[in-house]
């Protein structure tokens, strides 16, 4: 049986209590800063991410052991998609939430879980055709209609929404998704017009606003990469002004589209510090832009991957001294900037989650990070 419920304002609020004890308790650590507010709830500054990784046994392993040391560290964000290492990912983040149910090191309620879809998601291998598996998985059994895939690689179609919402959420063996993220949807504009890409956005969003109904997501939003960070004559350029206007015509004023993943590090400083986004006449980052229509930012690729350059890593131990290795810094940078909830890092194995949520003892340190945004490289 799934696990039911999903994160509360009530849940969320005991998990980060119990990281912040009261201060006539002095002998457990404090996480100063760490938790903030973000969709109703109780966020960790600090997220696991789970896109990495070879499709092997032992990373499912690893990432099933980082994924349970980094919920005892005070993680309670969990995001995965169901393309990540053809699904193998959802199905580790699945083991681990349940087997932390089941000890009582959390409760449903306590984690903040997402997924992502849009694009072709394969199980367990990639298939030798991939066009033989979509024709037999999607368009023999009417979900995808040759039209609504582009370019072989994505669709948001709302049959194949929610179709990979049921194969998160068994994946995961979950009732309810927290948030449910339309998976880099910039994809499309490759292949189809801006009119024909804002129709099938608003269907999405349409359909996602069923699932909120039918209690198997909680919120939906958009997971993109390139583009939130474009200039707006750009062919893959989004307006997120434009996006929460469709999601209010699909469903009026109180509709759940409220998150937002984007890239932001060292190297990829758009989201804070390129002014690309009207709102309401004025020109905003995307960062400002969000937190002007209420969405909560969860941001990806926070560390670069590991991949920072030296120059990069040696301006960021330098403003961050206190830090030690060149993750944390990162992290840190990322983490501080004002307008961001949740900063994601990939967790695939359990030392790699205790060193990460070292940095959870620390608190951010906005001032110094957008000083740093702005003498950075955009």
């Known amino acids: 049986m799934p696990i039911s419920g999903r994160a509360t304002a009530a849940g969320t609020a005991r998990y980060a209590a119990s990281f912040n004890p009261a201060e006539h308790d002095p002998g457990k650590q404090r996480l100063p800063g760490h938790f903030r507010a973000g969709l109703g709830l109780t966020m960790s500054s600090i997220g696991a991410g789970t896109y990495l990784g070879e499709t092997s046994d032992a990373v499912d392993e690893g990432y099933q052991a980082a994924l349970s040391e980094a919920v005892r560290r005070g993680c309670n964000v969990l995001d995965t998609a169901v393309s990540y290492r053809v699904q193998r990912s959802e199905l580790a983040v699945g083991r681990a939430v349940a087997a932390l ?220 001294p206190k830090l030690p290795g060149a993750v944390l810094p990162a992290l840190q940078f990322t983490r501080s900037l004002p307008g961001v909830c949740t900063s994601l890092v990939g967790m695939a194995k359990a030392e790699h989650a205790g060193q990460n949520m070292a940095l959870a003892a620390y608190p951010p340190e906005p001032k110094v990070a957008s000083q740093l945004a702005g003498r950075l490289p955009r």
């Open 101 to 320: 149910i089941a000890s009582g090191e959390a409760a449903r309620d306590e984690l903040v879980i997402a997924s992502k879809g849009g694009f072709i998601a394969y199980y367990l291998v990639r298939p030798a055709n991939p066009m033989d598996y979509i024709y037999e998985k999607f368009m023999a059994t009417g979900v995808i209609e040759p039209e609504d895939l582009a370019g072989g690689i994505h669709c948001i179609a709302p049959r194949y929404l929610s179709q990979q919402i049921i194969w998160s959420l068994g994946n995961l063996g979950l009732h309810t998704l927290d948030v449910y993220y339309i998976h880099n949807p910039e994809t499309q504009l490759a292949f189809v017009d801006r009119t024909t890409f804002h129709r099938r956005m608003q269907l999405a969003f349409a359909r996602l606003e069923e699932e909120v109904a039918d209690g198997h997501i909680g919120c939906y939003g958009v997971a993109t990469w390139d583009g939130l960070r474009r200039p707006h004559v750009a062919a893959d350029y989004m307006s997120l002004e434009v996006l929460v206007q469709l999601a209010a015509e699909a469903a009026g004023p109180n509709h759940h589209f409220k998150a937002l993943q984007l890239p932001l590090n060292a190297a990829m400083t758009e989201a804070a510090t390129f002014r690309n986004q009207p709102v309401r006449g004025e020109v905003l980052t995307p960062l400002a832009a969000a937190e002007r229509l209420s969405l909560t930012v969860t941001t990806s690729a926070s560390v670069m991957q590991g991949q920072l350059s030296e120059r990069l890593k040696l301006l960021l131990s330098k403003a961050f």
